[in-house]
């Protein structure tokens, strides 16, 4: 079932696939998860100094009134960019950098069940952040913020000038928006169907859907938002694209189009969106605290379930982003009672997360404290959400910084805390090192304090009425030193940046010390080596119990106080990889020679572990979609078709490739 | 070590709460001119009474959460010599029913009332001054519509008396600087898609929150101020380069003093000048001005209806104490000369262009617009 049972074909030396397992080709050519998963975090993290770079600018101008240090067109590139980035860039490339590493980990599987799927979902979103950034050198970038409203992101920030494109055909920044956003959507919607079906084809026996690790779930839910919400953007940003460069009039109030049109299928992208963004954090936040409280998830299945309802509720909520907009009563007083009532379900996590902490013997090494962050953190951020439900007083709240307040609470000290509580807790996995715990919890608590030093004044300069997206504010409106409170925050979040970076570099250095389970984990990935063979596990575990790795070590996850099963105790439940045979095989040596292998056990013990061999189209079918957005831009047939070719070459030796090299 | 770290981090955690409790409670101020949590008149005050509900609410559930997890942390810490292994405890329905419906009931205790002002407010009030305000980039424009003052316009100062409530109709328009702006050569065609404006979010935080204008829509709301005053406001939807000074004020005046202000502003304009202003008054003319620019009685004046005028109408300028926005003051010359000058160095993404004037041009046109009482 794991094992992709494809034959041997004899292809043409011209579709001969790549073997390379070392070195850059075996980058660019992977279709394993963990190296696609681990492009993805790097790629992300790249992205995150660009983003936390533009930030910080916005930071250091606003330090006081009346700034000159950007020009109101390079603020409004860079709050646009930094909205861009941190969501499209960042955030989503982080969900996808641990779905990627952990889901077939966690359920048991050799790979995703389209692994060249899976690579072309990288290098697409590669693709599309340079694409995006390319803007910087092609005329400016988007500055019509990452919400893009019609008709403005048509008609450009300056009604003076200030387009992109050819002479005669020039066009707002925006269009790199529509199409970068495009293609970035067509990343995001071929992982979510990679992620669905590999969650419901490829779980080991045993491994019943409510014997999933909530992270495995979470990725679950995000994949189904994902595989709804993209196409509504899609739609939307085509049309938007059609407006701004082949004069279509679907957003044009003259021409008989409608800007609210944009603003509905926006937001019913945007919000599910904000569940995309939050839901593996807290996947991730419900591994790591019962971990380190040595206890099992509190309530499992009101977890699971309160996270597929927020997948649900998520789906009746966007009009809150619109309560200004003028939908009248009805529609506002509905949005309203919705976007309250989503607060439940949230609530239930933190409750049940207090809940597995409670009667625990908690542990606070740096993934353990990163995760208590995120509770305590996005526990202001849901508050300031449900005020944004009374309605009325959104009227006053809306595009303010209180909501810039609101929703970095939720986004940094929601989602970020829980990828870097995630990224301490899995470092071991991934690379066989510990990260340094010291400069870890100085991180954290230079994070925690520069969070709150950079966001929690903007509620109160938002209430004090500070519009958001302003350029500039006057002197005497009684914003200057909360302003210049946020910017030492920004700073602060800086130094802890690097920090992580430095700790990164230098524990990336350091000795394989880790073992498998270095953190006396729950779930399956803690079962096989650290960093995992290629083929994740020599055999493929059989499932009896909700925590496997942790039923394995302790006998019993029920009520009661259990003890350690000696080693070698029970057949069944004894599987420390540990002191397998194969654990000591480097990762790399054993991935090219399938005979090598053991024979796969729960297959009846017929057949090699065969893995897929790398591809170089999918990078290739990648590489065509830039092109075809750049001759879109700079209205040129010949990069259009030039983009196409290289598409449906692509394609084409996709499709002929064969499916496996000869054996021999 | 263990014991020591939980300490550490509990004593932050008291000290930032409160700081946080202290920070937000003394978050409303009434002395900063645009705050949201200090009503002037009776729709913010609605508005407002709803967060008096839901504050002290989310206070209580922050402290909650907050110190529930502090203590958690104290109580449950893993002590150096201790390895035994915690009771596994997978849930309790009883407990994760109560808070499923505790929260639930504090959120319905809230909407009620959210409800029902959330109906309250859209209601049309009776016997309103009725106000046609166009969004503009990147200023606004009033225009007096009812039977008082019936074509008064005027921008960035939007003027209402005080204790009655005053009815906006407000829509996005964004005309184009005609291809020249030299006069007599003014063209008449117009692409209709110049026409488009795009969203901006009118807002006076003392007076009542949000409403956006839509380009293609007419949207309403209305404002209402308890005492005579200057209340500042600006546009709160992103709007193009110019937006962070797209500022305007609402100016509230006694009952009768607004009577004065509007029968003197439904008045041609000032015709007696001479000297400097007199030259100021026929370069209006020859420099290109009048192309965007209307002035009522002026009588070469192309007129042109407010909304697909290009600029404000300049009338009464003079008796407005802010322009270009809200971000000069009409009195000081030198700042009218600036902005003369070179109208995009003094606010970027102004449409006005810079016409090549001379000083002495400069000089003459700012005593005419001051003259324009």
Known sequence: ????????????????????????????????????????????????????????????????????????????????????????????????????????????????????????????????????????????????????????????????????????????????????????????????????????????????????????????????????????????????????????????????????????????????????????????????????????????????????????????????????????????????????????????????????????????????????????????????????????????????????????????????????????????????????????????????????????????????????????????????????????????????VLVYLYNLATSLRGPKTAGADPWDARTLEWLTSSPPPAHNFDEIPIVQERDEAWFRKYGSTHEGEPEKVPAGASQDHRHEPGQDHAADVPAEAAEPDPAHHEPVGESGGHAAIHMPDPSWYPLIVAAGMPIGGWGVIFDSTILIALGGLVIFGGIAGWVLEPSAEETH | MRAGRPRRSGLIGWALLAVAMLLLAGCANADLPQDALSPEGPVARQQDQLWDIVYPIAIGVFVFVQLGLLVVMWRFRSRGDDTAIPHQLHGNTKLELLWTIIPALILAIIAVPTTRTIFALADEPDDALQVRVIGKQFWWEFEYTGEEGQGVVTANELHIPTGRPVFLSMEALSPQIPDSVVPGEESDERNPQSLDGVIHSFWVPKLAGKQDVVPGHVRTMYIEADNPGRYEGQCAEFCGIGHAVMRFEVVAHDPGDFEEWLTAQAEPAFDGQSGLAAQGKELFETAGCIACHAINGYETSGGGAAGVRVGPNLTHFASRSIFAGGLFDNSDAEQLAAWLRDPQSVKQGAQMPNLGLSEEQIEALVAYLQSLK
Do not use: C
């Not at chain 1, 500039?472 to 914003?479: A, I, K, L, V």
């Open chain 1, 1 to 496: 079932m794991t094992a992709i049972a494809e034959k041997p074909s004899t292809g043409g030396s011209l579709f001969r696939r790549p073997r390379a397992t070392t070195g850059p080709a075996s980058w660019f050519t992977t279709v394993d998860h963990k190296k696609i998963g681990i492009l993805y975090f790097f790629t992300a993290m790249f992205f995150f100094l660009v983003g936390g770079l533009e930030a910080l600018l916005i930071r250091i101008h606003l330090a006081g009134p009346n700034s000159s240090v950007l020009t109101y067109d390079q603020y409004n590139q860079l709050f646009t960019m930094h909205g861009l980035t941190m969501i499209f860039f960042v955030v989503m490339p982080l969900g996808s950098a641990f779905m990627n590493y952990l889901l077939p980990l966690q359920i048991g599987a050799r790979d995703v069940a389209f692994p060249r799927l899976n690579g072309f979902s990288y290098w697409v979103f590669l693709a599309a952040g340079i694409f995006t950034y390319s803007s910087l050198f092609l005329g400016g970038m988007p500055d019509g913020g990452w919400f893009g409203y019609a008709p403005l992101s048509l008609l450009g920030g300056d009604p003076i000038g200030q387009t992109v494109g050819t002479a005669g055909a020039e066009m707002s920044r925006m269009i790199f928006y529509s199409i970068g956003l495009q293609i970035a959507g067509i990343a995001s919607l071929a992982s979510a169907i990679n992620f669905i079906v590999t969650t419901f084809n490829m779980r080991a026996p045993g491994m019943t859907l409510l014997r999933m690790p909530v992270f495995t779930w979470m990725t679950l839910v995000v994949a189904f938002l994902l595989l709804f919400a993209l196409p509504i953007i899609g739609v939307a940003l085509w049309q938007l694209m059609f407006d701004g460069a082949f004069g279509a009039n679907f957003f044009r109030p003259s021409a008989g189009g409608d800007p609210i049109l944009w603003q509905h299928m926006f937001w019913l992208f945007g919000h599910p969106e904000v569940y995309i963004l939050i839901l593996p954090a807290f996947g991730i936040v419900s591994e790591v605290l019962p971990t380190f409280s040595r206890k099992p998830l509190f309530g499992y299945t009101a977890v699971v379930f309160s996270g597929i309802a927020i997948g649900f509720m998520g789906w009746g909520v966007w009009a809150h982003h619109m309560f200004a907009v003028g939908l009248g009563p009805v529609a506002n007083a509905a949005f309203g009672l919705t976007t309250m009532f989503i607060a439940v379900p949230t609530g239930i996590k933190i409750f049940n997360w207090m809940g597995t902490m409670w009667g625990g013997k908690l542990r606070f090494p740096t993934p353990m404290l990163f995760a208590i962050g995120l509770v305590s953190l996005f526990t202001i951020g849901g508050l300031s959400g449900v005020t944004h439900g009374v309605v009325p007083h959104d009227y006053q709240q809306t595009d303010t910084y209180y909501v810039v307040a609101h929703f970095h609470y939720v986004l940094f000290g929601g989602a970020l805390m829980g990828f870097f509580s995630g990224a301490y807790y899995w470092f071991p996995k991934v690379t066989g090192k510990f990260m340094n715990d010291k400069l870890g919890k100085l991180h954290f608590w230079i994070f925690f304090v520069g969070m709150n030093l950079t966001f929690g004044p903007m509620h109160i300069v938002g209430l004090n009425g500070m519009p958001r997206r302003t350029a500039t504010y006057p002197e005497g409106m009684g914003w200057e030193l909360m302003n210049r409170i946020e910017t030492a925050g920004a700073l602060l979040l800086a130094v802890g």
